[in-house]
Structure formats: structure tokens, C-alpha cells
């Protein structure tokens, strides 16, 4: 069955220093997200990104975060100055489109800002 | 208006009886309710969808029940077993825009034997 796979698995990082997650989506998907999920707490939606664009950010994707899909197959979510609220899972997600409504997440980042 | 609402928080149930998740929306543009199974370490895997044009979905011993009146919406897993061990969470998605998922805060479920 088709994945989406994240690396890494667990990052750590000093606070103030810029990180890149990085996702596979699945191949013929074209909807993608990040997700995070604070330790025991709800998934929150970040960011989708279609057509090679930002389609919704919620009010937790700031101007320290960005989306690149720089090739055909990657899709990155970039933290440019870590903060310690910062730590939390990371799952970036694909589906293919409205005619199918099945997500499929990762098995996400841990993200830990020191 | 975009929250979903879940409850319980955590949830014990003997092995081989009914764990019962309960979850309610505000929102009348969602149109798309999926239950998703998360494991410790591991991301959120969908269980079990249902759209509001029915009242009930089952797929093996995993049943939705909607109450679309009411806003509300439950899962209800039979004969438990210490696999299905897991936090739960319900979500919504409305019937326009990016297909963004909204998700409750989820249930964590524990089968004793």
C-alpha cells in the first residue's frame, strides 16, 4: 500500500535555528499538508499547498514557516527560527483531490527545540 | 465554529465489550466525518469515514452512528480487543475549499483484559 514517508524521523535543534522537514507524498496525490500535534494534545492543520501553491495556512503558520515542493516527488516544510513552542509532531499528509477523501499521513517528525 | 468536540478524554473498557466515542460539530458546511486510529510514535490512520447522507456505516466491528439534527457523531468499536488500544480522534471536513481536516482532541482508548 502506498506511503508517505517523512524524514527524519526526530530532529533536535537549538532554538533560533532553521530546520527543513521533509515528506514524500504519495506519487499520483495532488493535495498536500502539514499537520502538527503537540505532546498529548489535537492534531492542528498548518498549511495545504496545491498546485504548486499555499491554498490555506491557519494562524499558527507564521512568517517563520514556508512550503517548497521543489521537485516532482518533495514536499518541505521549513521552520526558520525554531522557538521552543515549537516542538511538536510533525505530519505531513497527502490526498488525491475531492473526488477521493482519504488522507493519508506519515508517520511524522519529532521536532524538539532546546 | 470550525471545533469539533470529543469526549471522552480517556476511556477503559473490558475485553469483548462496547468502547463508544462520542463527538459534536457546529459547523453545517462539513460534509465529510472520518474517525482516525493513532498509535504511540505513529501518525493518525483513518478508520472509517461516513458523509452525512447516511446514518450509519459499518465496517467490522467499527460503526459510526450520525445524528445529523443534532450535529453529532460516534464511533462505536464491538467486542474490544487490547489491539484496538489507541487514541482515537474524530474529524470534519466541510464541502468546499482545500479539504482541511479539522480534528477533535482525541480519546485514549485502553482494553483490559
Known amino acids: 500500500e502506498p506511503e508517505v514517508t517523512q524524514t527524519p524521523s526526530h530532529q533536535v535543534t537549538q532554538m533560533g535555528q532553521e530546520v527543513i522537514l521533509r515528506c514524500v507524498p504519495i506519487s499520483n496525490h495532488l493535495y498536500f499538508y502539514w499537520y502538527r500535534q503537540i505532546l498529548g494534545q489535537k492534531v492542528e492543520f498548518l498549511v495545504s499547498f496545491y498546485n504548486n501553491e499555499i491554498s490555506e495556512k491557519s494562524e499558527i503558520f507564521d512568517d517563520q514557516f514556508s512550503v517548497e515542493r521543489p521537485d516532482g516527488s518533495n514536499f518541505t516544510l521549513k521552520i526558520r527560527s525554531t522557538k521552543l513552542e515549537d516542538s511538536a509532531m510533525y505530519f505531513c499528509?497527502?490526498?488525491?483531490?475531492?473526488?477521493?477523501?482519504?488522507?493519508?499521513f506519515g508517520s511524522g517528525t519529532r521536532l524538539t527545540v532546546v | 465554529q470550525q471545533q469539533v468536540k470529543q469526549s471522552p478524554q480517556s476511556l477503559i473498557v473490558q475485553k469483548g465489550g462496547i468502547s463508544i466515542i462520542n463527538c459534536a460539530y457546529e459547523?453545517?458546511?462539513?460534509?465529510?466525518f472520518p474517525w482516525y486510529q493513532q498509535f504511540p510514535g505513529k501518525g493518525p490512520a483513518l478508520l472509517i469515514a461516513?458523509?452525512?447522507?447516511?446514518s450509519e456505516k459499518k465496517e467490522g466491528r467499527f460503526t459510526i452512528s450520525f445524528n445529523k439534527s443534532a450535529k453529532q457523531f460516534s464511533l462505536h468499536i464491538m467486542d474490544s480487543q487490547p489491539g484496538d488500544s489507541a487514541t482515537y480522534f474524530c474529524?470534519?471536513?466541510?464541502?468546499?475549499?482545500?479539504?482541511?481536516?479539522?480534528f477533535g482532541t482525541g480519546t485514549r482508548l485502553t482494553i483490559i483484559p
Open positions: 499528509a497527502s490526498t488525491l483531490g475531492r473526488a477521493n477523501y482519504g488522507y493519508t
Open positions: 461516513i458523509r452525512p447522507d447516511v
Open positions: 459547523n453545517t458546511a462539513f460534509d465529510y
Open positions: 474529524a470534519a471536513r466541510p464541502n468546499f475549499g482545500n479539504e482541511k481536516l479539522t
